[in-house]
């Protein structure tokens, strides 16, 4: 290997070049390797990422070469030069710089080298010195210096270290001239020759001349190597090597011992050296080649310097100077004039397989086999175990496995064997091989294997293929260590597998090479040379297909009209005859909209069969003739077993009418056949296209039968007479081909016809010729003839356009000018073709009958021409109207020659033809503004620049350009304008802010950038008055203006700058004041008074000093109290505020103010420094969080200060002051700070002016809870009158605060405390006695100024008869859906007042405030047993929504309408229900007469009358036609209607209003709808199910599939009992687990059998199948539960290494309790025990589960629990425990009998009431709150951007117009009406039952969560007010404040609904007619009209009296047709 460099001097390079040739005729190669990740390290300190990590060093000026050494440690040194300086960099390992050493000016930096210790850094300077540092900190400065080094030249020098014999360092010098060699040893004390040598330590030799570069060295072994390249005459320029044996004097060049690069060193292999870590010798390449400016890593040859083997090569930003590496071998290290740059030495892991990896030949890279990875030997895991690790040829790659045989059958398993050519490498102790079979889809699936020898084993995989259940598997084979999941030695051919049975047809049976074969009878797939009737095979060999005997249906395309009887005959092959009781039948399956029809068909013969199709049975969309079909043949046995007949290839059938509603003419009808085959013809009779079945006067043939022909349209009406119109003209009967129409003329002129736009009998085109009778508008016929013969005609108006003015009238020959021409008819006919202005294109912008507007063009000459209009062919010109092209607008100076980024300046620009454009725009860096125009000058203000633009990005300028119509520019380079910043003016020079009247002066005015606007474009304005600038005093920083002389005595102005339109700058104002006496300026009055006269020596107190002209002049500058400064807050006239500063003495003193040189003082106005105020003690010595209790402080000078602020955390509150006391009321705090990080208190302090706090730690204050008071004890809440006694109030924290700072009231009047009756959680109080009678008065409670809490009211009454009043009833406690806390709280409140209610009335009054005492005591005892309960249901309150599943994968597990619609119509229906399959006829009945009945009856159902009626009578025979047959045939009747939706829907309104007039008369119309007691209430919801199914896949769908996700998981997180379904976080009281279990986690793995280990989170409590269930959801996440596996096909195990055991709920191990026996839980295996030692110390294995399908284990294995102990071995028999009802009874964690009881609990929480779990329930409610608001809000809401499903605004129109109809005004009753019949009847059945909408499992304990929430909605569709008491079921109390809200959005959802437009019948129609086809491929309608006609049969009688009745005698004819022909009993 070698490096490839380039460096050295000029001429060194151009030598080179000529010696290194042959190295260039080497092609690039192409084993270039992709670049690896690396930074480049800049110079300056910054990194970015490349290909390469580089280093940029400072510019050399000096041309000295750079040097760099590596340490050990990945510390980089780069020395270099910057202008003669010197400069080592020491950087790090990812070249970001940490430390520079620099040199003096002169000394530059030669060479650098490390000791061989690398402890010290040798650095060779331009002065001969050698100087040692301290490698890791060069800073500390130098160790050594090396004063008698001796060199040959200063600039030609290599530095080498080497180790010295018995320890030490000692570096070689070597440098050369052009005659002498000199080489010397150095020891690193700085003595020449200090090291062991006996004499002469220093050497030269001489030689003949020559140049000789010294590159480095190395040191290899006991010698020196330095590196040279050398010109020699002979044998030529080359690298050499000199090599100086360590620690020896050698004399002479032959001693010395040369290389030439050619030979090895002594047995030393000098190449491989390099690689091993000694150096890396660099040399450079000449210029121009394909290696130039690279850096190259590869194996050289060492003659000619050619590439033997590239590695790689890596740009370099310059040519390199030298190159080392780190020992540790990972990177090489370049240097060139400018960079250090940082290159991997190798890129094994670039290479993915082991072919690649081992042709790479790099020696440092080998395959690593069972890790399957490129890698160095180092990176791969036991690489020196024979075969783990190779290198070198290809063949020892293991991909030569082979697979025997290779073809594989279930049905007869063999063993398969695998040969591997080289062997597997040899196992470690422990190891084993497993044998992995891949499906192909990335699955790996281990496989039984057994080991023959060392290259063969073999394989059973009978249980991998039938677990897969996959009829075809194609197969390979690999293998993988039993310690690594890689796998590895892929087999080199696959094996294919077959499942015969598993092939559903014939055709895919037969393609298996001859492996499977088919049963012809039996219609099945099975092995070959399997026994069976008619036994069918092909074999590959003997050229035979399955296309050749199995039973086929051919290819073909067909034609079936669909409203006639018309049999299809189909071309088929090998088809058998019917077998007795088998049925042929036609499927076509229709593709534009899905639906799927059965038509019988009869048996020809084996080559064709008849479909037996009849008129009607499929119906075409509205607006469709025809559409395509695929068919395909089955036969079935009566629908038990459906067939497939094998297509060969697509069978289609074209489905047609040809009475669709588009054909309307005869012609239309005939042109219909063309090119389609489909024969229909025009029926004269009826007028219509119909088939000719249908039609005696049936015409396809004859035009001349075809009635003449009529026009309607004619577009446009009017051309111009010129002609050239093309003309668009409508009717009917317009021909069949465009050939039909002989001659059309207008106005008597040909009208020639166009072949294009001809719409057969409907439409045709033609194009006028030119009518030259006339110049006036003139209206003339147009006449159509067909080749017939026959006549139509219509009328069509000759104009003539005219121009009559052109605006503007020149322009530029540039264009771009906007032309607007007036005239008349300017777009007649097919409108403006052009517009020429003189000869130029106008562009046509829009035009009208009297305008146009266009775009001049470019002109190429000047001059004065005509417009000329062009329309259709007709030429417009008005010889008046010209247009004058104009010389370009030319501009070649602009002045200024800058602009500011706020622009608003005037730039002025000269040229000529400037104001012949339209308008001018100055562009200047994108922004634009407009100019004023002369023909000489543009004058613009420059645009605003936005962002400041000014910087080098835009040096010399920004460009600009004018716009002037399409105008060019001055030719040549952008033109641009410097851009200089803002002008910018700040304030008034002091000294000028006052003029006096009389002698006003000059004013500066300060600012910046003053120049850069010319001073044409700066204003200064006084008051509005011009300030005269002085051009001759204005600087960049100033400027100097006269401001006017008459001004007002002592008013102030606004003094403002203006510069350019968009800068304005306010910079003060100027006082005006006039002469005192003495002819001098008003002397500032004494001052009169100060306010306060005394504050604290700390100063602080803000102090107001009144007087006059206490700010003339300059304004005050200082103040004095008392000699202390007094900081100046702001002056006036008259007034001065300053804050007092500090003082060290008190006293007395005058205040002094100074103006200026003006000292005032006022010897009246003094002010004193007092004590600061102290204070030591605060009562009392607690707050609350409230606030607004009094704290008292003591103290001294309390008073001294102007006011006192008390701060407590933050918060303040002002303070009352005396002398010794401060009270001051405690401030609020916020939000409640009480807690541990507040221990031992809050901090406060008090405020006084600036005095200080006592001295010491900072001042806490305890915080402790607000009180609390909620209620009066029940039985004081009434007082009798002249008995008044003390009543109790009930709250919390009472002793937090004082009892003085709590106050009673009575209706306003003071209730008197008690004081030796208050408790923490109660007081007691003596009301007021005299009151009114039977009066309630408030009872309001006060603690402080913050807290005030309305208790109750007391009520006064009197003596009821027998001398006592009512005993009043204990209060119910209620439970809220506000929040848990107040659950709680009422729980416990409860308790304690009916056990008070009890004792206080069964006590005398004497002793009764002692028993409340005692009361109190026993409440707070009762509080402290239900605290942890309390806690714990708290935090469940608090808990976040995080935990909830997300759901964030889209794909949700929707089921398809058939299952949806069968779930709802019928919800206990099997899979296979009658509508599903053929019609099944009752026995007796012949099929082909049944059928014909069929459609007969069907043809009765949609006789509106027959079909009511017969509901009718139906639904008369209340004794038997029960609930469930209305339901039944109401389900029934929508499938046999699917095809009739419009008609269904009408049925549906007759019965609803039929149902409405009934419910009415009865008076009561809310129970409309409420049950499902009728046909109609039942066929409501089926109508809602079909077609609001896609409002469900849309939009309401998801967020119901989210809330079940969210309950599920929220039900997850705590312990469900699986035989009572009961779960801790259940949202029902039904089934909430009202026992407190510690839900233990177990943080374990899901072994997936890939690398991918699944992270899963199980409970303790978890049975074995409620984990496997977990596990499963955690796989499968959103895939439908059908395709999971089912829990009962899989068993769960805990896995240890490679053994593991089986978890089961049921076996040996099972605790037991008497005749009890638990479930085993996790918990049982000790699994929360292993979790949790992992979380302690993760070295502990880890819970590691895996699913394995059930019975593909070993009978018997020997398990081990977590703990390490053995269980035992068992059998799956031998586990199983009998659950029989006379065996042992099962309970998982609650026995069922306990649960009810309530024992369980009583025995854990004492007696504590089970009620209190009831928090639980909010908890959860809280969680999935989110959630259900959600689907409430997609449920109960129109879709944003998307309309209201069509049948629920008809539904409700229908309701509000049938509550027109009845008179009903009552609102209530429309919203109960609209309520049952959308929510209660649809939407609530929908969220009950999510599985009806996805594939999911819902257990019972979802069940009853989703049923409180439908509860809740509702309640929330009632309008009633709901009352709520102690029995109120939770389910309705937990969503009390929900229902409250729900209640008003719907009521606006119907009210949106209502406002919506009507909806019409049509538009309705239109819709279901859209959607009728969307769901019938998934019912069979014929199975649906045989059930309902035997309800026919069943109620004939019935019937047929009715419809008698209503006189429908025909009706009854048929009807009984119908009966007698499917009666099997006629």
Known sequence: MGATMMG??????????RAQESVWSTPRGSHMLPMEHGCIWSWLGFIFCVSICTAQLPFNPTGQPNDVVVTTSSSIYVSTNVSGSGRVYRLNGSLVQQEVLQFPSGIAVLRIALSSDQSKLIVWVSNGSCIAYNAGNLSKGSVGTFQNVQVAGNNNVALVSAPVSGGGNSFYVGSSNGTVILIGQYGLDGTAGSVSRTSG????????????????????????????????????????????????????????????????????????????????????MSSGGPYEDRLVIGIFNTIDGSVTTLFSTWPMPGPVIKLTWTSGQNYVYAITSTSVVQVPIEQCSSFTDCLSCLANVNPLCGWCTVEQKCSRRSQC?????????????????????????????????????????????????????????????????????????????????????????????????????????????????????????????????????????????????????????????????????????????????????????????????????????????????????????????????????????????????????????????????SGTVVYPIDPLGVIQVTLYSCSASSVTSCTSCLAVNIGTGYGCGWCGGTSRCVEPETCPSFTNQ?????????????????????????????????????????????????????PDGFKPGAQFMCVTGNYSYGGMPQTVPISVTMRSGSVATAQYTYVRPSISSVFPKSGPMAGGTNVTIEGMSLNVGNGLKGVLLNGAMCVILQSSLTQVNCTSSAQNVTGVGVVTVYIDNEVTINNAVTFEYTNNPNYALVSPVRIIPAGGIILTFNGTYLNVSQKALLVINGMTSPCNQTFTTLKCYAPPLGSNPIGSSLSPGVDYTIVMDGAPGPVGDPLKIAVVPNPNFTSINSADQKQII???????????????????????????????????????????????????????????????????????????????????????????????????????????????????????????????????????LTQVNCTSSAQNVTGVGVVTVYIDNEVTINNAVTFEYTNNPNYALVSPVRTIPAGGIILT???????????????????????????????????????????????????????????????????????????????????????????????????????????????????????????????????????????????????????????????????????????????????????????GGGVLVVVVVVVVIVIISVVVYGRSSRRKNAQVASLLMQMESMESAMADECKRAFTELQTDLHDVASVQDKNYPF?????????????????????????????????DPALRQLRTFKHLLLDKKFLLTMIRTLEAQEGSFALQDRCNFASMLMIALQHELPYATDILIALLSDLMRTSASKSHPKLLLRRTESVAEKLLGNWLCFLLFPFILEHAGEPLFILFRAIKSQLDKGPVDVITGEARNSLSEEKLLRQHLDADVVEGVVDTGTDNLIPIRLLASDTTTQAKEKILDALYKNCPTSNRPQLTGVDLELKRGNAGISLRDHDESNERDGEWIQINTLGHYKLDQMSKAYLDNPKNPQPRFSLLPRHQRPVSMTSFDTIGTIISNMSAQSSRISLM?????????????????????????????????????????????????????????????????????????????????????????????????????????????????????????????????????????????????????????????????????????????????????????????????????????ESALYELAKYGVMYSAEVVAALSEDGLTDTVQTFEEVVNGLNPEH
């Open 381 to 637: 895991q036991n690489s020196t175990v024979s075969a783990r690790w190779v290198q070198g040829s290809t063949s020892q790659c293991l991909s030569n496995t082979s697979v025997t045989p290779t073809t594989f059958t279930l049905e007869r398993p063999t063993n398969i064997t695998l040969t591997i050519s080289s062997g597997l490498p040899s196992p470690l102790t422990g190891e084993s091989f497993l044998c992995l079979m891949s499906t192909g889809n990335g699955v790996l699936i281990s496989v039984p294997c057994s080991q023959v020898n060392q290259t063969t084993f073999t394989s059973n995989i009978t249980g991998a293929i039938s677990q897969l259940k996959a009829p075809k598997l194609v197969v390979n084979f690999s293998f993988a260590s039993s310690f690594l999941n890689i796998s590895f030695a892929m087999s080199s051919n696959s094996l294919t597998a077959y499942n015969c049975p598993l092939f559903p047809s014939c055709s895919s049976c037969l393609q298996t090479d001859g492996v499977c074969g088919w049963c012809n009878v039996e219609k099945r797939c099975t092995a070959v040379n399997s026994s069976c009737s008619n036994f069918i095979s092909v074999t590959p060999a003997g050229g035979q297909t399955y296309s050749d005997v199995c039973p086929s249906l051919l290819n073909g395309s067909y034609l079936l009209p669909v409203a006639v009887n018309r049999p299809l005959v189909l071309n088929t092959k090998n088809l058998p005859p019917l077998a007795p009781g088998y049925l042929y039948y036609c499927r076509i399956q229709l593709s534009i909209i899905p639906t799927l029809l059965y038509v019988p068909a009869n048996y020809i013969n084996s080559t064709s069969i008849s479909c037996l199709y009849t008129a009607a049975q499929i119906s075409l969309p509205v607006g469709t003739t025809a559409m395509l079909a695929n068919i395909s043949l089955i036969w079935t046995n």
């Open 1781 to 1981: 009802s006379d065996g042992p009874r099962v309970y998982h964690l609650v026995k069922p009998e306990a649960a009810q009881s309530g024992q369980e609990g009583e025995q854990r929480h004492g007696k504590i009431v089970s009620e209190v779990f009831l928090t639980r329930l909010l908890a959860t409610k809280r969680i999935i709150q989110p959630y259900v608001d959600d689907l409430f809000n997609a449920v109960f809401c129109i879709p944003r951007g998307k309309p209201l499903p069509k049948p629920i605004k008809y539904l409700f129109d229908f309701l509000d117009l049938q509550a027109a109809d009845m008179g009903i005004t009552d609102p209530e009753v429309l919203h109960t009406w609209k309520t049952n019949s959308l929510p209660l009847r649809f939407w609530v059945n929908v969220i009950k039952n999510p599985d009806f909408v996805f594939d999911i499992h819902k257990s019972a304990t979802v069940d009853s969560c989703l049923s409180v929430i439908s509860q809740a909605y509702i309640d929330a569709c009632s309008t009633s007010e709901a009352k709520y008491s102690k029995d109120t079921p939770s389910s309705k109390l937990l969503y009390v404040n929900e229902v409250r809200g729900y209640k008003t959005h719907i009521q606006q959802y119907y009210n949106t609904i209502q406002s919506l437009p009507k909806m019409e019948k049509m538009e309705m129609d239109e819709y279901l007619q859209e959607g009728t086809q969307a769901n019938q491929q998934y019912f069979v309608s």
């Open 998 to 1132: 009389g002698s006003v002066k000059s004013i500066i005015i300060i600012g910046a950038n003053v120049l850069s606007v010319e001073l044409a474009e700066i204003s200064v304005t006084v008051g509005g008055e011009e300030c005269v600038i002085n051009r001759d005093l204005v600087t960049s920083t100033a400027l100097s203006c006269s401001p006017p002389n008459l001004m007002a005595v002592n008013a102030s102005y606004n003094v403002t700058v203006s510069a350019g339109l968009s800068l304005v700058y306010n910079v003060g104002f100027l006082q005006y004041i006039s002469y005192g006496s003495g002819g001098s300026i008003e002397r500032p009055f004494p001052i009169s008074s100060v306010f306060p006269k005394s504050g604290p020596m700390a100063g602080g107190t803000n102090v107001t000093i009144e007087g006059m002209s206490l700010n003339v002049g300059n304004g005050v500058k200082r103040v004095l109290l008392n000699g202390a400064i007094c900081v100046i807050l702001q002056s006036s």
């Open 1193 to 1379: 402080f003591n103290g001294t000078y309390l008073n001294v200060s102007q006011k006192a602020l008390l701060v407590i955390n933050g918060m303040t509150s002002p303070c009352n002051q005396t002398f010794t006391t401060l009270k001051c009321y405690a401030p609020p705090l916020g939000s409640n700070p009480i807690g541990s990080s507040l221990s031992p208190g809050v901090d406060y302090t008090i405020v006084m002016d600036g005095a200080p706090g006592p001295v010491g730690d900072p001042l806490k204050i305890a915080v402790v809870p607000n009180p609390n008071f909620t209620s009066i004890n029940s039985a004081d809440q009434k007082q009798i009158i002249g008995s008044v006694k003390s009543i109790i109030i009930i709250g919390a924290n009472v002793l937090s605060v004082e009892l003085a700072e709590i106050s009673v009231t009575v209706g306003g009047e003071e209730c008197v405390i008690n004081r030796d009756l208050v408790t923490s959680t109660a007081l007691s109080c003596s009301p007021p006695n005299l009151m009114a009678v039977n009066a309630s008065y408030n009872v309001t409670v006060s603690a402080g100024l913050s807290l005030v809490y309305n208790v109750g009211f007391l009520q006064y009454i009197s003596y009821g008869s027998g001398g006592s009043i009512e005993r009043p009833f204990p209060v119910a406690a209620v439970v809220g859906g506000a929040g």
């Open 201 to 284: 330590n220093l050497f030269s030799v001489t030689a003949s001349t020559f140049t000789r570069n010294w590159y480095g060295g190395f040191v290899a072994g006991s010698y020196t190597y330095f590196v040279v390249f050398d010109v020699f005459p002979s044998p030529g320029p080359g690298v050499r090597v000199l090599r100086v044996c360590n620690n020896y004097n050698e004399t002479s060049i032959a001693a010395m011992y040369e290389l030439y690069l050619n030979c090895f060193v002594d047995g030393f292999d000098f190449m491989n050296a390099r690689i091993t870590g000694a150096s890396l010798v660099s040399y450079p």
């Open 8 to 17: 050295g001097d000029h001429n060194t390079k151009k030598t080179m070049a």
């Open 702 to 754: 004859l035009l001349l039968n075809c009635p003449s022909p009529v026009l309607s349209s004619v577009t446009p009406s009017s051309g111009p007479f010129g002609g050239g119109t093309r003309l668009t003209i409508t009717g009917t009967d317009l021909g069949v081909t465009v050939g039909d129409i002989a001659n059309v003329t207008v106005g008597g002129v040909n009208c020639s016809v166009q």
């Open 1455 to 1487: 089921r398809d309408f058939q299952t949806f619609a069968m779930r709802f119509l019928f919800p206990s229906a099997s899979d296979d229900h009658i509508v599903l399959k053929p019609v099944q006829f009752n026995k007796g009945l012949e099929e």
